[in-house]
């Protein structure tokens, strides 16, 4: 991953709405979004998505998945 992509990133998680997003992420202990981020490690950025997928139903999670979407843009 390009470091500007890695720093964007961080900056984005470390926004009230990005700590919310993990927090919410976070709802199973962690595990799901630990088993995302070794599929992205491993380039499966598919079994990240299937893993992820059912969380990202949420509509607390879409609503700051939007917000953060628009400060990037705007950003």
Known sequence: MDP???KAIRQLLGSPQGQQLLRLL???GGTALKQAGAAVQQG???E???ILAPML???EVQ?????LEKSMNHG
């Open 57 to 59: 139903q949420d509509p």
């Open 26 to 28: 976070s709802k199973d």
């Open 4 to 6: 500007k992509d890695q």
């Open 44 to 46: 499966d950025q598919a």
């Open 48 to 50: 990240a998505r299937n």
């Open 63 to 67: 609503k700051l998945l939007a917000a």
